[in-house]
């Protein structure tokens, strides 16, 4: 089984600042995915970024970019010069075989 | 392309009614999968489909049933509906098992009075 932890309900940041999302997992599968999902307050899912858990590498995605920590089942979101409509819930989520779990989320405020 | 549909978008009950959410997808994609949404607990799987005819148990199937008779169709069904179940559905689809991006419907609201 998998489980996913987000230990931030609500984080905030001022415009253009950088923020971090902290996100940590625990799974007994050696083949797995870690996901950023985003829901803006249209209730709508979407993908904002995707890891292997096979790669060493982080992945990035303009301003988005994640620090994959495989030893400590870490899976952070940083943000960079956050802009009003990066404000939303954050979902972290595991995949592995058939099975999906995402954590409870954490709600980002940008100031302007 | 009209992605994930959900029918209805909201829906209010009466403890121990029976429903039917409709969820219809048109990219042809394997997998569809059903969470429910509550606050403080993000999403969580309630049945699943890797292919047309098939359906297993997610994370918290009790209360619900499933069925996958068209690839492009997957249906929730509540039997009997209780105040527990109130909260907001989301199906989603994707190619090929959960290693993928996940493709979600707007959701639906039900609350079981």
């Known amino acids: 089984a998998q489980t996913v932890t987000q230990s931030q309900p609500e984080m905030s940041v001022q415009e253009a600042e950088t923020v971090t999302l902290s996100c940590t997992y625990d799974t007994s599968e050696s083949d797995y995915y870690l996901f950023w999902y985003k829901q803006p307050p249209s209730r709508q899912m979407i993908l904002v970024i995707r890891?292997?858990?096979?790669?060493?590498q982080n992945a990035t995605e303009n301003r988005f970019s994640v620090n994959f920590q495989k030893a400590a089942k870490s899976f952070s979101l940083k943000i960079s010069d956050s802009q009003l409509g990066d404000a939303a819930m954050y979902f972290c989520?595991?995949?592995?075989?058939?099975?999906?779990?995402f954590g409870a989320g954490t709600r980002l405020t940008v100031k302007p | 392309n009209a992605g994930v549909t959900q029918t209805p978008k909201f829906r209010v009950l009466k403890t121990g009614q029976s429903m039917t959410l409709l969820c219809a997808q048109d990219m042809n994609h394997e997998y569809m999968y059903w969470y429910r949404q509550d606050p403080g607990m993000g999403l969580r799987l309630i049945h699943y489909s890797v292919g047309e005819g098939t359906t297993a148990k997610g994370e918290v199937p009790d209360g619900y049933n499933v069925s996958r008779l068209k690839k492009q169709n997957f249906l929730l069904g509540l039997e009997s509906a209780a105040p527990s179940q109130t909260s907001v559905y989301f199906c989603?689809?994707?190619?090929?098992?959960?290693?993928?991006?996940?493709?979600f419907g707007p959701g639906t609201r039900l609350t079981v009075l």
């Open positions: 989520a595991s995949g592995a075989g058939d099975d999906m779990r």
């Open positions: 989603a689809s994707t190619t090929s098992g959960s290693y993928n991006e996940q493709f």
């Open positions: 890891q292997e858990a096979y790669k060493q």
